[in-house]
């Protein structure tokens, strides 16, 4: 970062050195700019996911952090974000779906293939939930899909800053002949 005017028109940083603060509706961001890269202690609110955190920084590159939520409970993290993934791996759940995905009797008889676009959340407790058909094939295809992601329960949360987040998911499916 170069430069920095804050929302009242003040020039924080110049010429990539200064004082970067931020405030607006959903987050609360301070921290030092030096040679143009975040450096030492920025302290930060998500006002929307109700945490606050201290992270540490050394030219420009991230060390570590400490996030409180609302309850006062503390999580130290090494990783800014970490997206959710299958505790057995992502092979696994496609395998899953693989073997308990059941063509319809009318997607057989009218030789149904294509892929199905489905679109999900994995909850901040690992479960799949309000699964959405992007793309449909129908035929019953895209209830059967629905009832067999939704049955594996095996997923590690997202998390921001060590705090488990709701993540946004969608995967195509290809059906085959």
């Known amino acids: 970062m170069d430069n ?5 028109n003040e020039h924080l940083v110049v010429n990539g050195n200064g004082n970067y603060d931020e405030n607006d509706k959903e987050v609360i961001v ?3 700019i030096k040679n143009g890269y975040k450096d030492e202690i920025w302290t930060g609110t998500n006002k929307k996911l109700n945490y606050s955190y201290i992270d540490i920084y050394k030219k420009g590159r991230f060390i570590s ?4 939520d609302s309850l006062g409970v503390e999580r130290k993290y090494d990783v800014l974000e970490v997206r ?8 696994d759940f496609y395998k899953f779906i693989g073997d308990n995905f059941v063509k319809t009797k009318e997607a057989v008889n009218n030789k149904v293939a294509g892929k199905i676009i489905v679109q999900f959340i994995i909850a901040k407790d690992g479960k799949i939930v309000e699964p959405k058909i992007l793309k449909s094939l129908g035929y019953g295809l895209d209830e059967e899909l ?12 997202g998390q921001q800053r060590g705090v488990p987040v709701r993540v946004q998911y969608s995967i195509p499916i290809t059906v085959t002949n």
């Open 4 to 8: 920095y005017w804050n929302s009242k």
């Open 30 to 32: 301070k921290g030092k």
């Open 65 to 68: 952090g400490k996030s409180t």
């Open 84 to 91: 959710p993934l299958p505790k057995k791996g992502v092979n």
């Open 146 to 157: 629905v009832r067999v992601i939704t049955s594996y329960e095996n997923w590690n949360s």
